[in-house]
Each structure stands twice: as C-alpha cells, then as structure tokens.
C-alpha cells in the first residue's frame, strides 16, 4: 500500500529517506500545501507533504484540506499518516510525548470538511475515525525501535490560530480530552471519504493553557518539535515498510458503502 506522510516542514529530511522528486498537483479544490515530496526508503515510497507550506506560511485554519487529501489519492496513496503538534490537557503527558490517537473532537468551523457537497451525499461512518491496522503497525514499530509512545488518545481540533484559554482547556478534559491541536479536521474525515486508511501521531510540544505557569509560546512548541525529531524519524523509519508491505483487511477501502440514500 503506498504511504502518504502529511507533517511540519522539516519532516522529509528524516535520516535514510532519499526525497527523489517533487510532484506539483492539481485538484479540482484548488492547490495542495506544496509539492509532495516522493521519497524512497529503502525499498518503499512515501509521499510526504508539508501541511502548513514551505516556508511555514498556511495558518491551520487556511490549509486547504480538501486539496492535500485529494492530491494525494491524485497520486496513488492509500494511506496517509497524519504527524502534529498537540499540546498536553491530560495531565500525565509531558512534552516530547508521542500518542497514537484513537479519538477526536472537532470543535473546527468555517473549514470545508466534504467531497460531498451534494448532488452527491454520503454520510460515512466515523465512529472509529482512525485505522487501527496503521495504529497496531506503529504501535509494534514503537516496540521494536525502543521509542516510547501512548496507544490511544483523544484529541480535540480547535480552529485557531489563537490558543485556548484556561477554561477551555478544563472543558476539554471534562470531556476526556488526552491532547488539544487545530489541525486533525477536517484532515481525518477526508481521508475516510476517500476510503484512504488514515492514522495520526501526535507530538506533545506544550502543557496546554492552565496546565503551565506563564504564557504559552511557539518558540516552545518549535523546540519541543525538534527535540523529538531524532526519536520521530526512528520510529516513522520503523514503521514504513510495514505499513507499505501490509495486507489491507480493515474497513477503510469500503467507507463509502451503505453511506447514501
Ligand atoms: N493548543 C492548540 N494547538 C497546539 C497546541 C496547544 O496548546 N500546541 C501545539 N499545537
């Protein structure tokens, strides 16, 4: 199965991964992020894009969701790990956390967030929002590598830019919130109306509002990103190959199914 990897910039400049070409695409939504980054690792090919642009220059509110999700089917992936920044609203976690989510709370608006905006209508399923085949792939990587990481957790999408205030945050956790982020949705939704496996690993780069004394700051969020750079590549490294010689037997290929009048 060819793996799509959508993350920072930086990202493609993991140890062992040789960026062949770039391919520039057309959507019918307008232009992805950038151009993706074909790469080969060892013997298998990920595709990579940089989410927020290159330069970093797309707030997660503007990224054009629909394009970067089309644009990769566009190029024969069939599944897509999706890699961010997350701040902690579990108090267990600490920054340089890594957590394979299970779960999201959209709590985005104004995004486009569907393929189908009519005549055609499907409304898929999505009370699993991520592929669990990719989770126990990663997972096992996890293992493997020696690199620490959470197996399940919710995230909350909130649409930034701005971050949350204390409150927020409390009310989050009330609702079993593990991490909070502005870029999940409608990424994840998309994917699955694409009957693409999607899965997500989150970064722990902050404690979220209220959970820390003082200002929150992106200096922060950036350093804590590329601290866990070294331990990011051995594990996405580990797990690639699996992920892209694996047998597809979850339900992700047949989302669309029973999902139309
Ligand atoms: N809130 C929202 N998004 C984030 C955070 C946060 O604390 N940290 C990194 N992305």
Redesign the pocket.
């Known amino acids: 199965m060819k793996l799509g990897v959508v993350g920072g910039s930086g990202l493609y400049e993991m140890e062992g991964l040789e960026v062949g070409k770039l391919e520039r695409v057309s959507t019918p939504y307008g232009p992805p992020s950038a151009d993706y980054r074909v790469g080969r690792y060892q013997d298998v090919e990920v595709v990579f894009l940089p989410r927020h642009g290159v330069p970093h220059s797309i707030p997660?509110h503007r990224v054009n969701y629909r394009a970067n999700i089309f644009g990769f089917r566009e190029l024969g992936v069939t599944q897509i790990l999706s890699i961010?920044?997350?701040?902690?609203v579990n108090p267990d976690l600490k920054p340089g956390a890594l957590v394979l989510l299970d779960q999201i709370v959209d709590l985005t608006s104004g995004r486009e967030t569907t393929f189908f905006d009519g005549p055609r209508i499907h409304h898929v399923d999505f009370t699993v929002p991520y592929c669990s085949e990719m989770q126990d792939i990663i997972e096992m990587a996890g293992k493997e590598t020696g690199v620490p990481l959470q197996r399940g957790g919710t995230y909350v999408c909130?649409n930034?830019p701005r971050?949350?205030t204390a409150a927020e945050?409390r009310l989050y956790s009330g609702f079993g919130a593990d991490?909070?982020?502005?870029?999940g949705m409608p990424e994840a939704v998309l994917a699955r109306e694409l009957e693409i496996c999607f899965g997500a690993l989150s970064v722990?780069?902050?404690?979220?509002?209220g959970l820390t004394v003082g200002r929150?700051t992106t200096r922060e969020?950036v350093g804590s990103m590329r601290d866990a750079h070294k331990k990011l590549s051995v594990l996405l490294t580990g797990s690639f190959r699996s992920l892209c010689l694996r047998p597809r037997s979850c339900d992700c290929g047949s989302a669309l199914r029973d999902s139309s009048l």
Do not use: C, F, H, R
Request: hydrophobic fraction near 55%; avoid cysteine.
């Open positions: 997660p961010s920044a997350t701040g902690a909130t930034g971050l949350e945050i991490v909070v982020g502005m870029t722990v780069t902050n404690m979220a509002a929150l969020v």
